[in-house]
């Protein structure tokens, strides 16, 4: 999973919370991306960010919020307003420019009940 | 929005057998990339071709890119149970500058049966 972490691998919320996943990369990377993917399906973008104190909304930002208060950090807050929150939710990494291949981090399983 | 798509969906194998997978996607692209998922693990990068190529090898990976059908094929060769996982292709579309970014297919299931 490379020089991303993302914690904690499981979490558990009530309907109602706000709640915050934590991703953190160690590849001086300037770009960092999060995504949600549900049972079967592919990726789906939510935000990204290309450099610090700077993001842009992705495909499905809505009930979300993110922050880039320093480069190696891109929390995720999923917020009340976030309808069906329970996913596996993905961070990434990637250098601007060239190929954006991208390094992930190993996910964090959301389950709010 | 999800660009590329992969077929089949699911594919099962016997070990041995080479796995074939194909993507399709509809704007004009810059690369394509294949990434693997273990069951509820991150992605990892396999494999990349920029849209002047037509194939590249990596080991027991050979993908081709075909820009004129806007399809991409991974193939892998002399599969092994560890293979199993799911895999993904993914676009970055020419000309979107600074905000380029990686769109996604829904993913294949492949299943290496020992």
Redesign the interface.
């Known amino acids: 999973?490379g020089g991303?972490t993302?914690s904690p691998k499981y979490l558990f919320r009530k309907e109602g919370q706000n709640v915050t996943l934590s991703c953190e990369q160690n590849l001086n990377h300037d770009?960092m991306?999060w995504?949600r993917q549900d049972p079967?399906?592919?990726?789906?973008?939510i935000y990204?960010s290309?450099i610090v104190n700077d993001f842009?909304k992705g495909?499905i930002a809505e009930g979300y919020s993110v922050s880039r208060e320093k480069k190696e950090s891109f929390p995720l807050t999923v917020t009340s307003a976030q309808k069906n929150p329970t996913a596996?939710y993905?961070c990434?990494s990637s250098i601007?420019g060239g190929?954006?291949?991208?390094?992930?981090?190993?996910?964090t399983?959301l389950t709010v009940t | 929005s999800q660009q590329g798509e992969e077929d089949p969906q699911a594919l099962s194998i016997q070990e041995g057998e080479n796995a074939t997978m194909n993507c399709s996607y509809k704007t004009s692209i810059n690369n394509l990339q294949w990434y693997r998922q273990n069951s509820g693990r991150g992605l990892v990068h396999l494999i990349l071709i920029r849209s002047n190529e037509r194939e590249k090898h990596s080991g027991r990976l050979r993908v081709t890119l075909d820009t004129s059908k806007k399809s991409s094929s991974l193939l892998i060769t002399a599969s092994r149970a560890a293979d199993t996982a799911s895999y993904f292709c993914a676009t970055v579309a020419i000309h979107t500058g600074a905000n380029s970014k990686l769109t996604f297919g829904k993913g294949i299931t492949l299943s290496v049966r020992p």
């Open positions: 999973d991303i993302q770009a991306y995504y079967g399906q592919g990726l789906r973008l990204y290309q842009q495909d596996f993905l990434a601007i190929t954006y291949e991208q390094y992930f981090g190993p996910g399983r």
